[in-house]
């Protein structure tokens, strides 16, 4: 059901990125027990998170972008200059296997940084180039939002896990 060398994934289904738990358990993969008449998510704010997630992975632009905007507030990555016009980057190419991929392989990047990083690929496609600086270094609006986007890294590096288990095309 997955393709990482592919920008969208049309077959992938919500239920093969977060299956029902034969254990009577979330299946947005927090760990909690599911309360009485619940069926697949502990609370509607599972659900949320999980859908948001499924929508990133299976390539939907806006929902990517929305989350990008939370995480980056418009700020290139590369280069730390704020622009409207910012791109939403698969950190590792699509072509190298960057696809179905969580928020972990998106950031923002500036109109002229993009270009660059494109460039870069296009001269030397075999090379390990990518353009990428480390969230640390973002300037940061408040503290609420950098906690919220820890968490938010944190949910789907676990959810990586359950991508990968996810049957492979
Ligand atoms: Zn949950
Ligand atoms: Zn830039």
Known sequence: MLDNFSRYQKRLTLECLFPTSSQNKCACGC?????????????????????????????????????????????????????????????????????????ENFQTLCVDCHKYKTIQLDRIPDSDYILTTSLDILPSPNNTIRTFNKSIGKDIIGNTVGISKCATV
């Open 31 to 103: 760990g909690k027990e599911l309360p009485k008449r619940r069926i697949k998510w502990y609370s509607n704010d599972c659900r949320r998170q999980a859908l948001n997630i499924f929508y990133i992975v299976k390539g939907d632009t806006s929902v990517i972008r929305q989350n990008l905007y939370r995480l980056d507030r418009g700020y290139c990555r590369n280069c730390g200059v704020y622009s409207n016009d910012w791109h939403a980057d698969h950190v590792i190419p699509v072509f190298k296997g960057g696809g179905a991929c969580g928020l």
